[in-house]
Antibody, heavy 119, light 108 residues
Framework: QVQLVQSGAEVKRPGASVQISCKAS????????MHWVRQTPGHGLEWIGM????????MSAPNVQGRLTMNWDPSTRTFYMDMNSLTSADSGVYFC????????????WGQGTPVTVSS | EIQMTQSPSSLSASIGDRVTITCRAA??????LNWYQQKPGKAPKVLIY???RLQSGVPSRFSASGSGTDFTLTISNLQPEDFATYYC??????????FGQGTKLEIK
C-alpha cells in the first residue's frame, strides 16, 4: 500500500532554514510527481513546489522561489524539501502529496509536518 | 494563479441532511476540479476528481457536478464522519494548482 511518511515537527527562528523529509513506499517512485503543499493561517492550502523524480527537475511557486529547494534520494526512497530565510509567514503544516495523472489530483498525502517560525 | 472561491465558508447541518457546497473559479478550468475532505490534524483526502468522478473507496453519498467556472459538491444523508472541512482545488494549471478557502461543515 502507498504510504508517505514525513519527518517530525520543527521550531525555527526567523531567518533559519528547515528541511522536511517524506519517505515513500508502496509504488514506483519515478512514475509519479511529488508535490509539496503547505497549509498556513494566512493562505490556507497552497501549492509550493514539485519534483519530477525521473529527471530530478523541480519547480516552485513564485512566492517561495529562491528559498525552496527540493530533491530526492532514490536509495532511501525519500523526498526532501529545504526552505531558507524563514519568516513567521512560513509557519504552518507542510505536506508532501503524490500527484496522479491524467486528472492531476493528489491521491496520497503525507501526514504533515508542522513548522513554527518564532523568535 | 486562478482564484477559487467557495461558499459558504461554514455550514451547519444535521445527520441525514443533504448539503451542497459551491466552488467558483475565476476563469474556466475545463473539468480539472477536485474536492477534498480534511479532518482536524489530518491531511486532506480526495473525494472527487475531474469534477464528478468518485475516488475509489469514497461513499456514494458524495457527488459533484459542474463545468467551466462553477462547481458543486453534494453530500446526501449526512453521516457523523462527514463533519469536516471541504476544499475544492483546480488542477487546470498544474503544477501550480490552487485551492478554495474551505467550507467547514458542522453538526447542528
Amino acid at each position: 500500500q502507498v504510504q508517505l511518511v514525513q519527518s517530525g515537527a520543527e521550531v525555527k527562528r526567523p531567518g533559519a532554514s528547515v528541511q522536511i523529509s517524506c519517505k515513500a513506499s508502496g509504488y514506483t517512485l519515478t512514475s509519479f510527481l511529488m508535490h509539496w503543499v503547505r497549509q498556513t493561517p494566512g493562505h490556507g492550502l497552497e501549492w509550493i513546489g514539485m519534483i519530477i523524480p525521473s529527471s530530478g527537475s523541480s519547480m516552485s511557486a513564485p512566492n517561495v522561489q529562491g528559498r525552496l529547494t527540493m530533491n530526492w534520494d532514490p536509495s532511501t526512497r525519500t523526498f526532501y524539501m529545504d526552505m531558507n530565510s524563514l519568516t513567521s509567514a512560513d509557519s504552518g503544516v507542510y505536506f508532501c502529496a503524490r500527484l496522479t495523472a491524467p486528472w492531476h489530483f493528489y491521491d496520497f498525502w503525507g501526514q504533515g509536518t508542522p513548522v513554527t517560525v518564532s523568535s | 494563479e486562478i482564484q477559487m472561491t467557495q461558499s459558504p465558508s461554514s455550514l451547519s447541518a444535521s445527520i441525514g441532511d443533504r448539503v451542497t457546497i459551491t466552488c467558483r473559479a475565476a476563469q474556466g478550468i475545463d473539468n480539472f476540479l477536485n474536492w477534498y475532505q480534511q479532518k482536524p490534524g489530518k491531511a486532506p483526502k480526495v473525494l472527487i476528481y475531474a469534477t464528478s468522478r468518485l475516488q475509489s473507496g469514497v461513499p456514494s453519498r458524495f457527488s459533484a457536478s459542474g463545468s467551466g467556472t462553477d462547481f458543486t459538491l453534494t453530500i446526501s444523508n449526512l453521516q457523523p464522519e462527514d463533519f469536516a472541512t471541504y476544499y475544492c482545488q483546480q488542477s487546470y494549471t498544474t503544477p501550480h494548482s490552487s485551492f478554495g478557502q474551505g467550507t467547514k461543515l458542522e453538526i447542528k
